[in-house]
């Protein structure tokens, strides 16, 4: 039989810059890539399963034309590590080490199988600036407000920062990688729905490094007012490119780092990324957020169950304009803008008082850019049981809300065209539209659009009720 090194690859979909893959190239002609479809990971992450089919199809292509091995494997990993030890004699694995709960499980099983059959684990950093374990308070204690923590968190990296562009060099010639069946059958999503996000977004971590530089050249000094502004192309939109590992942090960190003029807006985008390494120190030092409200004090708050609020709230059918216009971006894009995020998020939990749990679910169905760490504080942090969360006591108001940061409704008409003829006066608030404007454009609420599903003034008194219940 066979040496062999293999390469096991998860949510770091990059050949560049990625240190378990420079490191096998570097050691080793020849070795094999491997990739473990497990079912059970994606069941409920519908919306990345397209992002998932297309970002291995890249991969393959790139590393066919490097004369790469590359097998996808429909099993967990451990078992697909078992396939390949009966095919091939393997004497070493190497990973990049992935900081969730989950994952840090699947490692440690794996290492047990590695160390008994004499094979040798290499394990590096992959997916965040530093490990979340590096990170101490004074006491040894792990932080739990955001800006000590990046305070002490980046200016840790950055000394120890020896960050350098890493391109492996691939020899190999052209080889035919066959994983089209497992592709096209298993993980390519069945419904049609995803065929819409093939509009929106190019996978890969080509496209990756591309938007950045375009972002880095044209947004990151505006990025500081026009991150709130949904209707603006602000953001950097690399989330999904993130979640998938299409692109290392440490090169964006790195990338951000070399504009010689450091100004607001880059200090906001690095603290953006501050927020990320954030979401994954809570979230490994407090594992049982996975499950539950990190303040044990919401253990006891009366949610309200309500599956036909829910639906509405899904489907984009609440009457609160913005609120509307975020969750059917959400279902065309897979995406969301954060602002947008926040009210959404907030209307669920406050004005709705439904579960965050089941808000983050369908995000996590939803989004392509779908991060257990940061879904799950984000959620928390709305819903104010989480770490240095928002104080139960602030209910975003959805009119004022898309008033501040939608003025001239340009994204609520992107994505509620039945609100396309509304006067900007009452674009966020359609229901106060003085009946004889409505008779001139024709427009009757009921029947061209929705009667809030709630009172805004009265939901937000009975959740500030249940809250402070909450706090006594
Ligand atoms: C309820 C809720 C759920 C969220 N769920 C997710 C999720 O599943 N996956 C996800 O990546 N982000 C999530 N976020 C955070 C944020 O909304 C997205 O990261 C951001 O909108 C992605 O767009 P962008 O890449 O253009 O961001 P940019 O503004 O360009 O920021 C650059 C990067 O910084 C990180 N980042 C930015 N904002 C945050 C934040 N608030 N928390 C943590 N990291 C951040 C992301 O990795 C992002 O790609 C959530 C926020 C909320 C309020």
Avoid at 74 to 95: E, G, H, R
Avoid at 221 to 232: C, E, L, V
Avoid at 286 to 315: I, S
Wanted: charged share 30%; with cysteine.
């Amino acid at each position: 039989m066979q040496n062999l090194k293999i390469l096991w690859l998860r949510e770091d979909l990059r050949t560049e810059d990625n240190d378990a893959f420079i490191n096998i190239a570097k050691n080793t002609e020849k070795f094999t890539v491997f990739y473990a479809y497990d079912e059970l990971k994606f069941k409920f992450r519908s919306a990345q399963r397209w992002w998932l089919y297309k970002s291995l199809q890249k991969l393959e292509d790139k590393l066919s034309n490097a004369g790469i091995s590359f097998k996808i494997f429909n099993s967990d990993p451990l078992t697909a590590i078992k396939v390949l030890a009966k095919k091939y004699t393997i004497n070493q694995l190497y990973f990049n080490k992935h900081y969730e709960p989950k994952e840090k499980n699947t490692e440690i099983e794996i290492e047990k199988y590695l160390e008994k059959n004499q094979i040798e684990v290499k394990k590096y950093n992959g997916n965040l600036l530093q490990s979340p374990f590096d990170v101490k308070k004074k006491d040894g204690t792990p932080f739990q407000v955001f800006t000590p923590y990046w305070r002490n968190a980046e200016e840790q990296y950055i000394k120890k920062f020896n960050f350098s562009k890493k391109i492996p060099r691939f020899k190999g010639k052209k080889i035919i990688n066959d994983n089209k069946k497992i592709l096209e059958e298993i993980i390519k999503p069945k419904k049609k729905w995803y065929q819409k996000f093939e509009k929106y977004w190019q996978v890969g971590e080509d496209q990756a490094k591309l938007l950045l530089k375009k972002f880095i050249n044209n947004s990151i000094s505006n990025y500081s007012t026009n991150r709130d502004i949904p209707s603006n192309e602000g953001t950097s939109k690399l989330s999904p490119y993130l979640a998938f590992g299409e692109i290392s942090v440490q090169y964006i960190f790195d990338e951000c780092y070399k504009i010689s003029k450091k100004n607001i807006g880059f200090r906001k985008y690095i603290n953006e990324i501050g927020w990320r390494e954030f979401a994954h120190h809570l979230l490994n030092h407090f594992p049982q957020m996975e499950n539950g409200n990190l303040r044990k004090q919401f253990d006891n708050f009366k949610w309200v169950k309500d599956e036909k609020k829910l639906t509405k709230w899904k489907m984009g059918k609440t009457g609160y304009p913005i609120v509307d216009a975020g969750m059917r971006e959400l279902y065309e894009t897979g995406w969301m803008h954060n602002r947008v995020r926040m009210i959404t998020a907030s209307f669920l939990v406050k004005h709705l008082r439904i579960n965050w749990i089941e808000g983050e679910k369908h995000f996590r169905d939803s989004l392509l850019d779908f991060n257990m760490p940061n879904n799950i504080a984000g959620w928390q942090w709305v819903a104010g049981c989480g770490a240095d969360a928002a104080p139960y006591f602030r209910i975003f108001n959805p009119i004022l809300q898309g008033e501040k940061f939608d003025s001239e409704g340009i994204y609520v008409k992107k994505w509620v065209k039945e609100l396309n003829n509304i006067p900007k006066k009452f674009i966020h608030k359609p229901w106060e539209l003085p009946k004889d404007i409505a008779n001139k454009i024709n427009f009757n609420l009921d029947r061209d659009y929705i009667n809030p599903i709630v009172n805004h003034e009265e939901a937000r008194q009975m959740a500030l009720k249940a809250f402070a219940d909450l706090k006594k």
